[in-house]
């Protein structure tokens, strides 16, 4: 896997995610600090604005940025997106007011939006050979899951040295070597062809460029990526493969601690154990998924994957329902690592998906709109996982979510058709080659062109009145 790091360009572009991802991570921790510090025991509310926040820029600027990206260099977008969240990570210690997060936060946010979809897109650039763009995602699969488990330490271990403040300086660290790391490389340039006819029907894939569109409003450009990614069916299944992954990912996400704290009855220190067994779960797919995908095909293993999504959540709501007992701890611990491992099994090929079923040129618009589509996905699935889990109980939400993540890999399993095998060559069974049809005479004589005779006022008429002329046809045989 870790063979694709030879590559100079690539190398840079990883480490600059990698450190880019602490330097999220550790803002994530002082955040929450900061809002506590503003709000007091408002702070949940602080932090739940804020994510929705997030989550209104990501599905809201990402395909504007995307309809007027291909005006900018693309090094130059990414430096300039770095150094805007690097910016407001220098200004969030400074703020006295919870409206000032709820400004700063969107800025940083919108930044992260313009960043990631031009990120994924220049990677495949970067790494043409599919297996090495394989091993890339999982690489990039491992990075935002070693964050979510190194950040809160780094993020412990810093606080026990200095005050929460210093955690955004850190930030400030991350986001400028990303700027720098990109800097340092040189970025293939920008696809541009004219828009050929769509793929054959069936075929899941559009052919041909992206079309000049500087006539179009950004408005019509901003929606071109997201009927790209909605017209192809793959991507219409990748869409809906994403909305399992969120109905898992939600449940995880909100419902950890009061699983672990209200329903079992466990220390505080148990919740990031438990969220370490999910993290752990995608890590160990992710590690091995590399080998297996070159060896069976994306849908082999994402559509299965989606349907364990729905059986490990109706599990969860068995085990949620059940009585008391010490055997509900290891269950937790083994439902959260299968819920991991499931959504990395969709989550890692999704960008090999992406990438065979629109053109080069396509690439950065459609990486835009899964973003934008796949945050839809997590609007809908955190306000079941949430408020239902906190009006009906956790049963009815576990309930809820995983008919959410059932009805979609259905929809995926439906729109996903299996592509029919090729016709495979006879071969020698001798040498293993492909054997070659004996070759048949033909003899074929020329065809002879036909000429317009001119009509004379007494030519030779037919009973109907047709001039007599007589064609020899000859036909080639391999037109038969």
Known sequence: ML????????RHLFVAQVVALAGTGLATVALGL??????????????????????????????????VAHR?????????????????????????????????????????????????????????????????????????DTETLVSPVLAAALLALVGYRWLFWGTVVGFLASAVLVVSVVLPGAVRAARATSGAAGTGTVRGGAADDRARS????????????????????????????AAGGAMVIVNTVVYVREELGRPAGDVPLALGAYGGGSMLVALLLPR?????????????????????????????????????????????AGLGAAGSLILTPG?????????????????????????????????????????????????????????????????????????????????????????????VRPHRRQVRRPVHRRPLHAPSGRVLVRHHHHRHPAAS
């Not at 990614?229 to 399992?244: C, G, I």
């Not at 009585?323 to 959260?336: E, M, S, V, Y």
């Open 218 to 245: 950004v408005g019509a450009r901003s929606l071109a990526g997201i009927r790209l990614f909605l017209s192809v069916p793959r991507l219409r299944a990748l869409l809906a493969l994403d909305l399992a992954v």
């Open 72 to 144: 900018i260099p693309r090094r130059r977008l990414l430096v300039a997106a770095d150094l805007a969240r690097a910016g407001v990570a220098l200004a969030l210690p400074f703020v006295g007011s919870v409206w000032q997060v709820y400004l700063l936060i969107f800025v940083l946010q919108a930044a992260s939006a313009t960043f990631t979809p031009a990120f994924q897109s220049v990677i495949p650039e970067v790494l043409p050979e599919e297996r090495d763009y394989t091993r890339a995602l999982s690489l990039s699969r491992l990075a935002y």
């Open 292 to 336: 297996v995908l070159d060896r069976v095909a994306d849908r082999t293993v994402m559509l299965p994957a989606a349907f364990a999504v729905a059986g490990l959540l109706a599990v969860l709501a068995m085990v949620t329902t059940a009585g008391g007992g010490a055997w509900r701890w290891p269950a937790l611990l083994a439902l959260w």
């Open 3 to 10: 063979s694709v790091l030879r590559n100079r360009t690539y």
């Open 351 to 443: 960008g090999r998906l992406l990438r065979s079923a629109v053109p080069p040129a396509d690439l950065p618009a459609a990486f835009a709109a899964q973003f934008s589509l796949t945050h839809v996905c997590w609007l809908l699935a955190y306000p079941l996982a949430g408020w239902l889990g906190a009006t009906a109980g956790l049963p009815a939400a576990t309930v809820a979510l995983a008919v959410m993540a059932l009805v979609a890999a259905g929809l995926a399993a439906r729109v996903w058709r299996k592509a029919a095998p090729a016709a495979r060559p006879v071969t020698d069974a001798g040498r293993g080659s492909a054997v070659r049809p004996a070759s048949v005479a033909v003899t």
């Open 34 to 67: 900061l809002a506590y510090d503003l709000a007091g025991a408002d702070a949940g509310s602080v932090l739940g604005t804020a994510l929705a926040i997030k989550m209104v820029a990501y599905v809201g600027i990402a395909p504007v940025v995307a309809a």
